[in-house]
């Protein structure tokens, strides 16, 4: 009766344990395959969370463009996500001309933007606070 309870008692500790390793294969599978069919042009994220876009593949490694004309190399495997197909994409994120709608005038400070927002720079008093901010010292 009691060798009874004791497989019991493994089998009750052996079955999550294998359904996640299973789990986990199917996941690692589906990533490999991801990694395996990556294209230039393709969007996509690393286990690092920098967001790029894909400019060559090679067998281990992957260029990836981080910034307008900045490409680094990175491992294959640290890709494991795509986050948008290649053809027909549009950029996420649209450049936004907002010099003119400064109702506070051109490089002049605007409490509502916030200290850290770049229209607040445009005039320094040669020191490197915006004009109008507060003394901080």
Known sequence: MDILLLLFL?????????LMSRRQRAKMAEIQ??????????RVVTTAGLHAIVVS???????????P?????????????????AAGSA?????????STNPFGQGAWNPDLGQNHPENFG??????????APETR
């Open 33 to 42: 395959k991801l990694q395996d069919a990556l294209q230039p042009g393709d």
């Open 57 to 67: 593949v090679s067998e281990d490694l992957v260029d990836l463009e981080i910034a």
């Open 69 to 85: 004309g900045v490409v680094t190399s990175w491992e294959k495997m640290s890709v494991v996500r795509v986050v948008a197909p």
């Open 123 to 132: 005039d320094v008093d040669g020191d490197d606070r915006p004009s109008g």
């Open 10 to 18: 493994l089998v009750i500790l052996a079955l999550p344990t294998i």
């Open 91 to 99: 950029p996420a994120v649209d450049q936004v001309d907002n010099t």
